[in-house]
C-alpha cells in the first residue's frame, strides 16, 4: 500500500467513525427534542444535575443521564463539573437558539426527528423496493405524515401572512388579497395555510383540495369550528384537474406548498394547475432549493440529509401506483422546464424570506 492510498483509507476510516457518531447524535437529538428536554434545558438559568433536569422535564433520571452523556460527548451539551466534583449539565444559548421550539424559523432540531421517523415507518419497505422498484403509499406513513403536518403547519403560522405572501409580487398579492380574489391551495393537507390565509383576507375565497380523503375531512370539520366562512376543502387528485370543468379558468391564484414532488403525476398536477386558473391567472409553487444536476448538490450544505428523505419518502410515494418517482430532489432547473411545458408562460424563481430550503417558483398563465 502506497502513502497516497494509506492516507485516503486512513481518512475514509475516520469518516467513517464520524458517519456512526452523526448518525447516533442525530436519533438521540430527535428524541430529546420530542420530549422537550432542549425547551426545559433553555429555561434553566444554571448547570444543573441530571436529577434536577429530569425533575424539571417530569422523566426519568436514568435515561435522561444516558441522553446527557449523549449530548456530552457530542458537543451540544457542556459538561460542568461543580466543587464536589458532581456532574452539572448545560445547554449553551447560541446551541438553544437553534434547537428548541422558541427558534421558530431558525430551529434546526425539529428537523432531528425525520430520519428517525423514516427509519421506524418504513426502512423495510424501502429495502424491498431496491428489488420490486414498487412505490410505497401514502398510508404506510402515519406517524411521517402527522409529524410533516405539524411542522407545515408550524411554519405557515410564523411566515405565511406576515413574510411570504408580501413578498409575492413585491406586494401587490396582498392588496389583491384585501380587495378579494379566488384563491385554492393545491395539496392543501388539514388547511392551516388556507385557514391563516382566510381570516387575514376575509373578501377572498379559498378552496383547499387534496388527494387524501381523511385529511378533507379533518380539514372541513375543523373549519366548521370557526367562523371563516370563505374556505371550503375539495378531496381531489391535482393530475385529474384538467377534466374538472367546474374549476377550469376559475381561480386567480394557486398555491402548491412542497406538495408537487410528491405527485404520483406530477406533470398531470401542473397541467391541471394551469387549467384551473383564469387567463392571465398566478401560480406560487414553494419547493425544495437545489440543482437537477447531481454534481451541482455536492456542496449543498443539507445535500445527503434531503436525498435521504427524498429516498425514504418522496420518492416512494411518487412511484406508489406506478407514478413518476419524481423525488425532493428533482431540482430547479427540471422544475422550471416541467412549468413551461405545462404551459406556464412567465416563470421565475425567488429567494424565500428567512427559508433556506425552499424557492419560490413564481408563474403566471398567459392572457
Known sequence: ?????????????????????????????????????????????????????????????????????????????????????????????????????????DNMGIYMQEIPLLTATVFEAVEGGFKTGKGIPYEMYPGFQRFMTELADAKHRQVLVSQFLPSVENGAMVRKLKTGISVCDIGCGEGVALMLMA???PKSQFLGIDMSESVILKATSTVKETNLENITFQNRDAAALTENTELRGSLDYVTAFDAIHDQTRPMEALEGIHAILKDGGLFSMVDIAASSDLSKNMDHPMGMFLYTVSLMHCMPVG????????????????????????????????VIPKDPFNLHFFCKKRE
Request: aromatic share 8%; no cysteine; net charge negative.
Open 199 to 201: 381570516e387575514a383576507f
Open 1 to 105: 500500500m502506497n502513502d497516497q492510498t494509506k492516507n485516503d483509507s486512513n481518512d475514509f476510516s475516520r469518516k467513517l467513525t464520524d458517519i456512526l457518531n452523526y448518525g447516533a447524535l442525530n436519533l438521540a437529538m430527535g428524541l430529546g427534542y420530542r420530549a422537550r428536554l432542549f425547551d426545559v434545558m433553555d429555561d434553566l438559568d444554571t448547570p444543573q444535575t441530571a436529577s434536577q433536569i429530569s425533575k424539571k422535564a417530569g422523566l426519568n433520571e436514568r435515561y435522561v443521564l444516558e441522553w446527557l452523556s449523549i449530548m456530552v460527548t457530542g458537543g451540544i451539551v457542556h459538561l460542568i463539573k461543580d466543587q464536589n466534583g458532581q456532574d452539572l449539565f448545560q445547554l449553551p444559548k447560541a446551541h438553544a437558539d437553534l434547537i428548541t421550539r422558541r427558534a421558530e424559523n
Open 319 to 350: 412511484l406508489a401506483d406506478g407514478g413518476t418517482g419524481l423525488g425532493m430532489m428533482w431540482g430547479r432547473e427540471k422544475a422550471v422546464s416541467m412549468l413551461k411545458e405545462a404551459g406556464f408562460s412567465d416563470v421565475s424563481v425567488e
